[in-house]
């Protein structure tokens, strides 16, 4: 069975950088279109970024200069590079799997950012 499993969340100082990980198994990760999703308390899950099979990225305004998703295919890895964080950035960050019709989600890693 496919699935996802993230790392890297954790606790930073705001101006503080963290660097999250998504590794996929059972999978033809290369096809896969990938994407990063976060969702704060009260709030609806919103797009941070994402990354085609193809490589072409894009990311949401509010993160633009501060985040970088990027893929490795080699390791069924899609990262996501977060720098300058702020208050605003804390929430729980999923991966996300997207191919045809299908897609699938890891369990979540929780981003906090506080002094």
């Known amino acids: 069975q496919m699935q996802l499993v993230e790392s890297g969340g954790g606790l930073v100082l705001p101006g503080g950088s963290l660097r999250l990980s998504c590794v996929g198994s059972?999978?033809?990760?290369?096809?896969?279109?990938m994407n990063w999703y976060r969702q704060a308390p009260g709030k609806q899950r919103e797009l941070v970024a994402a990354?085609?099979?193809?490589?072409?990225?894009s990311v949401r305004n509010s993160v633009k200069g501060r985040f970088t998703i990027s893929r490795e295919n080699a390791k069924n890895t899609v990262s996501l590079q977060m720098d300058s964080l702020k208050p605003e950035d804390t929430a729980i960050y999923y991966c996300?799997?997207?191919?045809?019709?299908?897609?699938?989600w890891g369990q979540g890693t929780q981003v906090t950012v506080s002094s």
């Open positions: 990354i085609a099979a193809s490589g072409s990225a």
């Open positions: 996300n799997a997207v191919r045809d019709f299908r897609q699938a």
């Open positions: 059972n999978m033809h990760f290369e096809a896969w279109d």
